[in-house]
Every structure is written in C-alpha cells, then in structure tokens.
C-alpha cells in the first residue's frame, strides 16, 4: 500500500499567487483529514470529509481557503489569494470506515512557503 | 469543547533510560479515544499508540505503554529502553466517539524529547 500521497512536497510562491494542495487518501479509507501545523498554534484541523462530504470546516481559517473531494481518491486545499501567514505544513490523513481503532494515516506533508 | 495540554516542552533522557511523556485533557465525553504520535525531523506523523477511553486496561505497545487515569484526565506515555530513533516531537491527542468512523484528532503542543548517546 503507497500510504496517503500529498503533491507537491514542498511549495515556495509569492503573496498573491494562488496554491493548491493535492491528497490521495489510501485506497478503501473514506474519511479525510486536512490539518495545519505551524510553529505558533501547533497541528489544528481545517477541513474533513466523509464519504466525500465536508462534515467538519470550522477550522478553515476564512474564504481565502476552500477544500474539495470530488471523489474517493482525490482532495485538494487551495488557497487564494495565498499570505505570508498561511506558510506552513499541510497535512493530509485518511482514514477506513468502521475501524476499530480509529487511526488516522497522515501523509508526509506538503511544506508551504510564501514570501 | 476539548482542549490537549502538554505541560513539558522538552525534555532529555539517556539512552537505555525510561522517560515519561505528561498529558492531560478536557472533555465532557464519556466515550473517546487517545493518542500519542511521534513526528521525527523527518515531519512524518507516526502514531505510537492509543487507548480506548472505555478500557480500564493501560495500552502497551512494546517499549511504549501509557498510564491512562480517566477521573483524572490524564493520559502519560511511558518509554522504556530509550533509544536514539526514539528523538522526536511526541503530539497527544484526543478524539471522541463517532459510531462508524473517525472523528478529528484535537492534538495538544508537542513535547520535543532528545535521546542523548
């Protein structure tokens, strides 16, 4: 199993620019995770999806932000315009239907810079 | 809502030594689950191991066991052995119950743990 996949792994762009994020959940997981983490307030969910519907996006920071799934085996988070506030790592995290343990399978990151 | 507090921002140990990670939670849930990942420099999260809020039995996985008190709210990770791979930013974290799924993770601060040679 590949795991979760994020493209790209590291992104450098300048304030204004648009920057979209991709995520391929594991296949057969149905719910999906995008989190943030930066050095001020730590690892905080922005947006997940169940059976591709956004359940939970309080914690998308404002409009500039937008997360899709439009199927199964793709989500994006795109932002735009993009801020030197959003630089950070974004994560992705999948996770199977009815597992018993409820684990969350995080990919390794997209890294986000904007100057 | 839930609030994840870790109280020690880093800490040291040698290795071979055991070290004890603290962690406490607020909820008004009765029926939840915790967690402790471990993210090495190389920003990878990697999950070490969890507890089911309606057992009474500890989780042990390995080197790694917890001391789970839940009147108390409290949820520590015990490392026993340290090893050098064991370096690393150490997140608890707290989900509640969802029938049929998971729920988001609320992750506390970080402790940043160093084994030293």
């Known amino acids: 199993d590949a795991g979760v996949i994020q493209s790209p792994r590291h992104e450098v762009t300048e304030m204004g620019q648009e920057v979209t994020l991709r995520c391929k959940p594991i296949s057969g997981h149905n719910s999906l995770f995008w989190y943030r983490q930066t050095m001020m307030r730590g690892l905080e969910l922005l947006i997940y999806?169940?059976?591709?519907?956004?359940?939970?996006d309080s914690g998308m920071p404002e409009d500039r932000f937008s997360a899709k799934m439009p199927n199964a085996s793709f989500s994006t988070l795109k932002i735009q315009p993009s801020e030197p506030r959003d630089s950070a790592v974004y994560f992705c995290?999948?996770?199977?239907?009815?597992?018993?343990?409820?684990?969350?399978?995080f990919g390794p990151g997209t890294r986000l810079t904007v100057t | 809502a839930q609030t994840v507090t870790q109280s020690q921002p880093e800490m040291s140990v040698q290795e071979a030594e055991t070290v004890t990670l603290s962690c406490t939670y607020d909820?008004?849930?009765?029926?939840?689950?915790l967690f402790w990942y471990k993210q090495p420099p190389s920003r990878q999260m990697i999950l070490v191991i969890r507890q089911e809020a309606y057992k009474q039995q500890n989780a042990t996985e390995n080197r790694f066991s917890v001391n789970f008190q839940k009147a108390a709210k409290s949820f520590s990770l015990k490392i026993s052995d340290s090893q050098l791979g064991d370096t690393a930013m150490y997140f608890c974290?707290?989900?509640?119950?969802?029938?049929?799924?998971?729920?988001?993770?609320?992750f506390g601060k970080g402790t940043k743990l160093t084994v030293n040679p």
């Open positions: 999806f169940n059976n591709n519907v956004p359940i939970d």
């Open positions: 909820t008004s849930e009765s029926n939840y689950y």
């Open positions: 995290a999948s996770s199977p239907t009815g597992g018993l343990s409820h684990e969350q399978y």
């Open positions: 974290a707290f989900m509640k119950h969802r029938a049929g799924g998971s729920e988001k993770l609320v």
